[in-house]
C-alpha cells in the first residue's frame, strides 16, 4: 500500500522560511509525479506546486511563483516544498499527493492537468503552516 507521509510544517512569523517534506512507502517514488496542495479554513483546497516524475516539468500556482520552490530527492523517496517569505495569506493544511507519470498519464504533464485534484492518486494526512505575528 502506497502511503504518503508530510513533516515540516510549523508556525512562523511573515517573511519567515519552512521547508516541507513528503516521504513516499510502498511504491517506486521515481516513477511518480508529485503535487502539494493546502486547504484554508473555510476555503477549498487548491493546488500549490507540483513535480514530474522525472522534475523536468514544474508548476506552481501565481501566489507562490519566486516564494515556494518543489524539489524531489529520489534516492530518498522524497518531495519537498521550501517556503520563503512566508505570508499570512499562505496558512493552512499542507498535504502531498502523487500519481505514478512514468507512462506520461501521470497529472503533472501541462499545468492545467498538474492542479486537477483527482488525477492524484495517493494523499499525505497534511502538516499544518501557520504564519502570524
Do not use: H
Not at 502511503?3 to 516513477?31: A, D, H, K, M, Y
Amino acid at each position: 500500500q502506497v502511503q504518503l507521509v508530510e513533516s515540516g510544517g510549523g508556525s512562523v512569523q511573515p517573511g519567515g522560511s519552512l521547508e516541507l517534506s513528503c516521504i513516499l512507502s510502498g511504491g517506486t517514488f521515481s516513477n511518480y509525479d508529485m503535487g502539494w496542495f493546502r486547504q484554508s479554513p473555510g476555503k477549498e483546497r487548491e493546488f500549490v506546486a507540483a513535480i514530474d516524475w522525472g522534475s523536468g516539468l514544474i508548476y506552481y500556482r501565481d501566489s507562490v511563483k519566486g516564494r515556494f520552490t518543489i524539489s524531489r530527492n529520489n534516492a530518498k523517496d522524497t518531495v519537498y516544498l521550501q517556503m520563503n517569505s512566508l505570508m499570512p495569506e499562505d496558512t493552512a493544511i499542507y498535504y502531498c499527493a502523487g500519481a505514478e507519470g512514468v507512462s506520461g498519464r501521470g497529472p503533472v504533464r501541462s499545468n492545467w492537468w498538474a492542479q486537477q485534484q483527482r488525477e492524484y492518486k495517493v494523499w499525505g494526512q497534511g502538516t499544518q503552516v501557520t504564519v502570524s505575528a
